[in-house]
């Protein structure tokens, strides 16, 4: 399995947070540099607005000036020495800024004079006479080039510190192609300008004629310029020049309050606010990546290092997600299990069986899934559920596993598919097999203990009459050697009780080592020659061959080879011998034809330390079911057999260091039991045995 992927840490590298703040702070500057420059913008536009606007309302006054003072020019052209003064009168009234009006010689002396009916009256604080001069130079230059001719304005004090600043304009005057005088009038500067529609409307201007080098001479208007946005024209009059202002009442426009400029700054600090806004979304978004991050890396830490198998599969059974332990399990790659299958023309699904299905068990299995992933399964008040069943590894192999399945839910609370929890169980099998086994074997081993308490008791309890046989035998020979002397005591009738007597001593023998062997005493081991084993059991064997028709063969190591002797407890290794050829003739005794019933028993040293004995038969065989349980105390198919014998020759093989063991017999036909004996050790160089002896005895 292999190890779980690494967490990521938890606080973001050093080098990608500083060129994030980098970032921000470039964002900042900009943002700020914008701004900024905005506000200059707006500003400088309202300036030049504000001074366009001086400019075109200072031209607009300029050309009305210079309008109202060509009509009154032509008012007074009109009025000659013959008018009458009502006319001069009516023209005062309606032209207010006309002060005064003279009549003058040729010479310049003032013959009549007329004040306007407004006041002030001109010339009250100050005689005209020291007001001349430039009313003289005046009709000089309207004299000199035979036209009106404006003077340069002048200032008259008037009561109570006021004053008129005035410009006097001089009309000659001709009578008959003649030079006849001139008409003076007295044009009040403040006048003029009041009488300009502009400077009336303009209520955000102060409007004023200029010297050059600024001052104010006359003025309209109640509200004084504020001196920032100032537009000059001059205004060309005949002889003279007059220049005339306009000067926005406003200041420089201040920050605050303008609107322009309150709405850039609304403007940019919802800029800002957007910008932090978006700065703490993306610091959250980016935190909520990184906790995702982390949650996925533990999820895929956590599947990794799982021993269980995870399997997702979508509605049409194709496998969507393994974990590695799914993939170790079934020895498959996750990209060859998640191969989906070639997509079907129609909507319906080919049959898709994954790979680890065994493929004699896929038709049972696709019906299975059919049942399983049917949209009414994930209905069902529990949906989740286990089964046992049986999976292959890439090798073949089957194995069985314990699959939990529950139904698989997306974010919108759609069923899309079955999630699976699958267990290998094969190792819970083989525990639970072996389990079983100890199980069975615990119960032989009570009933073999109690088996041997009663072996153990028969034993004592036989060894009394056999004793008793042992001796009436021997007590019986005794009087028949006494007797000896008569004649007719039949010769068989001795060899019989010999027999009877050699018996009961090798019954006595027997119930002895099954008495040592129970009671575990240290067994009485001797070295001696195999066929000696042979020969102590051929007579009891040959016995029961003869009854069965079966033929005993005996295989010695061939002469010349090195004697096999061995060393163990004689008695029991003949009740091993002697079961196993009591077995080999009770198989071949059903079905085996007549000449075919052979029995061998054969000896063969197979090894420098080692000795095997092989007790064949041509029998059956042994079947599978039955070879599973051979050894298993108990365990007989015969109606009157006992079911120990095999067991207990095992055991006493064991005992002495060996190994029992069967196999088909020589060209698979019948059964060899083998058993081995230690050979005693220098014997690999002792002598060699007889020849090889074949009995056969049908
Ligand atoms: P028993 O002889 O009392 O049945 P064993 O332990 O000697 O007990 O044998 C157990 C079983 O093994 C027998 O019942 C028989 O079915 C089988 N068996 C033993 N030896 C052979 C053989 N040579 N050929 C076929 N089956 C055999």
Not at 163 to 189: I, K, Q, W
Not at 249 to 272: D, E, H, K, Q
Not at 321 to 346: D, H, I, K, Q, R
Not at 432 to 457: D, K, N, P, W
Request: with cysteine.
């Amino acid at each position: 399995m292999p190890d779980p992927a690494p967490l990521p840490p938890s606080a973001p590298p050093r080098r990608p947070r500083l060129r994030r703040a980098l970032l921000w702070g470039a964002l900042v500057a900009l943002l700020l540099v914008a701004q900024s420059l905005l506000l200059a913008l707006t500003v400088s536009y309202e300036s030049s607005r504000a001074q366009d606007e001086a400019d075109s309302l200072a031209a607009e006054a300029a050309a009305e000036v210079r309008r109202e003072l060509t009509s009154v020019t032509q008012a007074l052209q009109s009025l000659d020495w013959g008018s009458p003064r009502d006319d001069a009168l009516a023209l005062m009234r309606q032209k207010r800024e006309i002060k005064r009006l003279e009549w003058r010689a040729p010479d310049q002396r003032v013959e009549a004079a007329l004040e306007s009916p407004y006041p002030p009256a001109l010339f009250s604080q100050m005689p005209r006479q020291d007001l001349e001069l430039d009313a003289e130079l005046a009709c000089t230059t309207a004299r000199r080039t035979a036209a009106p001719a404006f003077s340069r304005s002048y200032f008259v004090p008037l009561a109570g510190g006021q004053g008129l600043e005035v410009v006097d304009l001089c009309v000659p005057l001709t009578r008959a192609g003649r030079e006849s005088g001139f008409l003076v009038g007295s044009l009040s500067l403040a006048q003029v300008l009041e009488g300009t529609a502009v400077a009336r409307a303009a209520r955000r201007h102060e409007f004023s004629f200029v010297e050059g080098d600024g001052t104010r001479l006359a003025r309209a208007g109640t509200s004084r310029g504020a001196g920032v946005y100032v537009a000059d024209r001059v205004v060309d009059l005949p002889g003279s020049a007059l220049q005339l202002r306009a000067d926005a009442t406003t200041g420089r426009p201040s920050l605050i309050p303008n609107l322009a400029t309150s709405l850039v700054m609304g403007l940019s600090i919802a800029l800002f606010a957007v910008v932090l806004l978006l700065a703490r979304d993306v610091r959250r978004r980016a935190e909520a990546e990184r906790a995702l991050a982390e949650a996925l890396a533990f999820r895929k830490a956590m599947e990794d290092s799982l021993s269980t198998g995870l399997r997702a599969r979508d509605l049409r059974g194709v496998i969507t997600y393994v974990n590695p332990a799914f993939c170790a399990m079934v020895g498959f790659s996750a990209e060859e299990l998640m191969t989906p299958p070639p997509p079907a023309a129609e909507a319906v699904m080919p049959p898709y069986n994954p790979p680890y299905w065994p493929p004699e068990l896929v038709e049972q299995y696709l019906r299975r899934q059919r049942e399983r992933l049917d949209p009414a399964a994930a209905a069902r008040p529990d949906p989740r559920e286990s089964y046992e069943t049986v999976f292959m590894r890439k090798g073949g192999e089957r194995f069985p596993v314990m699959i939990y399945e529950a139904p698989l839910v997306d974010g919108d609370g759609r069923h899309t598919g079955w999630m699976s929890a699958v267990l290998d169980i094969s190792a819970q099998r083989r525990v639970e097999e072996i389990s079983r086994q100890q199980q069975e074997r615990l119960q032989a081993t009570a009933r073999l203990a109690s088996v041997g308490e009663m072996a153990s008791l028969m034993s004592h309890e036989l060894n009394q009459p056999l004793a008793a046989i042992a001796s009436y035998a021997s007590g019986s020979l005794n009087l028949l050697d006494d007797s000896s002397a008569d004649a007719g005591t039949p010769s068989l009738l001795r060899s019989a009780l010999e027999r009877i007597a050699e018996q009961a001593e090798r019954a006595g023998r027997v119930i002895k080592s099954v008495h040592g062997f129970v009671r575990r005493r240290e067994q009485l081991h001797e070295t001696l020659p195999a066929e000696l084993l042979f020969e102590a059991v051929l007579p009891l064997a040959r016995m029961q061959a003869r009854k069965s028709g079966t033929r005993i063969d005996v295989e010695l190591p061939p002469s010349g080879e090195r004697s096999a002797r061995v060393r163990c407890d004689r008695t029991m290794v003949e009740q091993v011998l002697l079961n196993l050829a009591r077995n080999g003739i009770q198989a071949m005794e059903p079905d085996t034809p007549l000449a075919e019933r052979v029995l061998t028993l054969r000896v063969r040293r197979t090894h420098a330390r080692w000795v095997t004995f092989s007790v064949i038969d041509t029998g059956p065989g042994i079947a599978p079911d039955v070879a599973e349980r051979l050894f298993t105390p108990f365990f007989t198919t015969k109606s009157e057999g006992m079911g120990l014998g095999l067991s207990l020759c095992r055991t006493v093989i064991e005992q002495h260091g060996g190994a029992l063991d069967f196999g088909p017999g020589p060209g698979g036909r019948g059964t060899e039991f083998r058993f081995t004996l230690p050979a005693p050790p220098g014997t690999e160089t002792g002598e060699t045995s007889g020849s090889a002896t074949t009995a056969a005895d049908a």
